[in-house]
């Protein structure tokens, strides 16, 4: 149960997919001067070094955030690349690519006074890890070392009623394909204007291939819900069903800006970080 380790797989393109439309929503939810939560129901580490360790055993943000960091003051790049890069960038001094924000680091250096974070993660060394790195803040983040399936329920609505919940667990038990379904099932009408940004694979495997489609039916069946679905596959599939060869966001009630701003990101995505020609996006979004 405990094998999965995100820093293995820091700042590869399925990171650079979800955090650039993490960045994007939760710019969104700051353009107003009301306050809101962030809950992150897996996760992970919080802040990984891309220099030492894990990270460089794999190598896997060569071919994601390491090729687009030379690129962060480029003007020309779509919004959506430009504002993760300067997330990324806050953390670095100089040229040196070497610290890559988990989506608790990203969200904790975005966030503002007033605003909450909310952090569930189940892997005693990630947990270690996000109480040092959050030790020195007093106030405003709360982890608990808990099960975030099945802690979100108790979370809602969050207090202010305004927030962004994210569901990113590792899938490599494939019974957290049901469970993100069955959480949301359960927690949607709970806190149903609330955000909802879902992350999965592009694998081999029939419960990956089936998912979005899950995600859409689920959607449907509730009352006023719209969503937004992205998906950046960067090479052809592998057939082990193990190997990721993309990956996908599944936004319900997400930002009416986002379609817009993927629809330049995405294409430029495919022929900036692409590895062969079957490196490829989708994008699509329903309104209730
Ligand atoms: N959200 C992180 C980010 O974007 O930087 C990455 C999270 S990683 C994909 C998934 C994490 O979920 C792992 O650290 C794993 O230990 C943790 N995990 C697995 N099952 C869990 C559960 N039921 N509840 C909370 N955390 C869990």
Known sequence: ?????????????????????????????????????????????????????????????????????????????????????KQVALLNDGDDLKWYPGS??????????????????LHPTEIKLLESHFAGVKRGVSIQGADGFASLRGCLPPPPRRGLVHIDPPYENKDDYRRVLQTLKDAIPKF?????????????RREAIQFPAQLKRLAAELPKVDWLHA?????GAERDGVGLFGSGMFIINPPYTLYDKLAVALPWLVETIG??????YTLEAQQS
């Open 275 to 280: 590895q062969d020609d079957h490196a490829a």
């Open 1 to 85: 149960m405990f094998s999965y380790r995100h820093g293995f797989h820091a700042g590869n393109h399925a990171d650079v997919l979800k955090h650039m439309v993490l960045v994007q929503v939760l710019e969104h939810l700051l353009q107003k001067d009301k306050p809101f939560w962030v809950i992150d129901t897996h996760a992970g580490g919080g802040l990984y070094d891309l220099t030492s360790g894990y990270a460089t055993k794999s190598g896997e943000s060569a071919s994601g955030i390491a090729n687009l960091w030379p690129m962060r003051r480029d003007k020309s790049i779509p919004e959506a690349v430009r504002s993760l890069l």
């Open 104 to 121: 608790p680091q990203l969200a904790a250096q975005m966030l503002r006074e007033g605003d909450h974070l909310r952090l569930f993660e």
């Open 231 to 235: 998906t950046l596959r960067v090479k």
């Open 192 to 204: 149903n204007s609330g955000t909802y940004a879902i992350w999965y694979p592009e694998v081999a």
